[in-house]
């Protein structure tokens, strides 16, 4: 039994690649918690995924065990979380479980979009914060200009910021300290009923659905009879247990505890996050606040190349959704591509994320459609139709107006490409709401169309400030504006996965750069193919791929040359039939391509 004084929980927040995984294998390394030789780098991050692209993508948790300078044992409870923003909703969850932060900030580069991001759910969060100022031992450092930085950007006093270089050890027990000595212990009463917030869930093959848990009051223990109050699902544990980062048994876990249960849960699905576990018999009066659900902001279709393997598609997906929560599917069928899943994300790596894990993990090819985003349409019968797929566009006559989901951005940009960067978000139909310095950096603030942005706004920010540009964004509201449905037809033959929504000004210069890449795409048949770009049945570009030609005259020797001109004019009849009947092939690769628009 720990005495409540003695624990700390914290998380670690910081922008990509500021250290955050790097320091959390020093803390882990310095206090003993592992052993030496089975120390890895990125210690906590798991899957395969996160280590190839060097990214947090699930925040994960660790218990540590330290003697402070004051002869007083402490346990720590740190939890690593993502720093970029499509999985804000992993760092947001966490910061409820813990009291205090550590704000790692590279004493390089300074203060990014998403430190601010992190920082500001931190402060919501109501946590005490601690400055770290991370890579000391990098020539470029320069903490004194980062500290005035972090005050004058955040706001936060950053006059006693530790600072530490955490690949190569320097300062750290400085931060385990800092750490004791700064961060707020946790509150709680041990006698009272079970209060616990469940933190996150995921599958465990052998186990069933593990289920992480800050205990904010009361005790849990194995055998016990728990109610998921949201859920209202009654459960027997059948065990609990601390990471370290491995499952170590104990026989409970008391207030301002971190820790896991198992209960023979079957579906993630039943572990709601942010629910609150409380006794079966002694209830607690009123469930903790929870968090809201996680808002899908990009939509797109998954299609198995393959339409047999429809059937492994739902299989997978379906295991991929336990141990994601913030992912959302439903079914969905196109003409052109067959069955598929309509799914939601939280932003465009999201949705590379999941790809990439469905092709790996369950070795699926996939088609994936165009991006895109929720409309609104308002009827003119006084109803609201939210619309996924642009392809289920009701008939326009119908529609009042249309209205678009609208981000606000921050980016942050060395001065040199500031003009770059403001032409870029202007082209995006982009409004300027701020703009300040920070040192050398200006501070941009737009409101920004979503529409414009899921595509690939993110890489062309980074082409125009060859990557010095930092980028984050918060949802705003939804606003009207003239918005237009671009269908694209092959050969007299509309493809849905084509059809995209764009603004009525843009539709002609998106649909003639479509239909150009599309002709280099599809490949030539025996007839001639139309691509036409159209707005409702007004056709407002149009490109033609030449008929591949067969020589049929090639066994004529010599003779009468109406011979050769009989065999012509039948050819010329068998083509148009064939036009008539005939089924172009879109290759794959083009409907990804036609839609990477370069401006």
Not at 116 to 142: C, Q
Not at 404 to 433: F, M, N, S, W
Not at 488 to 515: F, Q, W, Y
Not at 567 to 576: C, I, T
Request: glycine share 6%; proline share 4%.
């Amino acid at each position: 039994m720990t005495d409540l004084k003695n624990i700390r929980n914290f998380s670690i927040v910081a922008h990509i690649d500021h250290g955050k995984s790097t320091l959390a294998d020093r803390l882990i390394q310095s206090t003993g918690t592992v052993k030496d030789r089975d120390m890895q780098a990125q210690l906590l991050d798991t899957m395969d995924i996160e280590r190839e692209r060097g990214i947090t993508i699930k925040a994960n948790t660790v218990r540590i065990e330290y003697k402070a300078n004051d002869g007083e044992d402490y346990i720590l409870n740190l939890i690593d979380t993502p720093g970029h923003v499509d999985f804000a909703y992993e760092v947001s969850r966490s910061m409820r479980a813990v009291e205090g932060s550590l704000l790692v900030v590279d004493a390089a580069q300074g203060v990014e979009a998403q430190t601010l991001a992190n920082v500001y759910t931190a402060i919501e969060a109501d946590h005490e914060i601690v400055p770290v100022l991370n890579k000391v031992d990098l020539p470029a450092a320069d903490c004194d200009r980062v500290a005035e930085q972090i005050e004058d950007v955040i706001g936060i006093d950053a006059s006693d910021a530790v600072q530490i270089s955490a690949k190569t050890g320097v300062g750290i027990p400085d931060v385990l300290e800092a750490i004791v000595n700064r961060l707020p212990p946790p509150t709680g009463d041990r006698d009272a009923p079970l209060k616990a917030l469940l933190v996150d869930s995921w599958y465990d093959q052998y186990l069933g659905v593990v289920v992480l848990v800050r205990v904010m009051d009361g005790v849990l223990r194995k055998g016990d009879k728990i109610l998921m109050m949201e859920a209202g699902a009654t459960y027997n544990v059948d065990q609990v247990a601390f990471l370290r980062p491995q499952m170590e048994k104990t026989d409970e876990i008391g207030p301002g505890e971190i820790g896991i249960l198992t209960a023979s849960i079957k579906q993630v699905r039943d572990t709601r996050v942010g629910d609150t576990i409380t006794h079966d018999k002694a209830r607690a009066a009123e469930a903790l606040p929870g968090y809201a659900p996680a808002q899908p902001v990009v939509f797109c279709g998954l299609f198995p190349v393959d339409a047999a393997e429809f059937e492994d598609l739902r299989a997978s997906i379906d295991k991929l959704a336990l141990n994601d929560a913030s992912f959302s599917f439903e079914m969905e069928t196109s003409a052109a591509l067959g069955f598929g899943f309509r799914c939601g994300f939280l932003g465009l790596l999201h949705l590379e994320v999941i790809r990439d894990r469905l092709e790996r993990e369950y070795d699926i090819p996939l088609i994936t459609t165009a991006p895109s985003v929720i409309y609104h349409m308002h009827m003119r019968d006084g109803s609201v139709i939210e619309m996924h797929n642009p392809a289920d566009m009701p008939d326009p006559s119908l529609i009042d107006h249309i209205k678009e989901p609208r981000i606000k951005a921050t980016i942050l940009v060395p001065d040199e490409y500031l003009g770059d960067v403001l032409k870029l978000c202007q082209d995006r139909r982009g409004i300027q709401i701020d703009l300040t310095y920070a040192g050398s950096r200006a501070m941009v603030v737009y409101d920004l169309p979503l529409n414009e942005v899921v595509f690939d706004f993110y890489d062309r920010l980074k082409s125009v400030t060859k990557g010095y540009a930092s980028f984050d964004y918060t949802m705003g509201d939804y606003s009207e504006d003239q918005l237009v449905k671009m269908s694209i037809l092959v050969n007299d033959e509309p493809v849905d996965a084509l059809s995209t929504m764009v603004h009525r000004t843009r539709a002609e210069a998106r649909g003639k750069a479509m239909c150009e890449k599309l002709k280099e795409l599809i490949p030539q048949h025996m007839f001639k193919i139309p691509i036409q770009a159209a707005l409702g049945g007004r056709i407002i570009s149009r490109e033609t791929i030449s008929a591949l030609r067969k020589d049929v005259t090639a066994k004529c020797y010599g003779g009468d040359a109406t011979r050769k001109r009989k065999l012509l004019d039948k050819q010329k009849k068998g083509k148009k039939r064939m036009r008539e009947f005939g089924r172009v092939s879109i290759p794959q690769e083009a409907f990804i391509s036609a839609l990477k628009m370069d401006d």
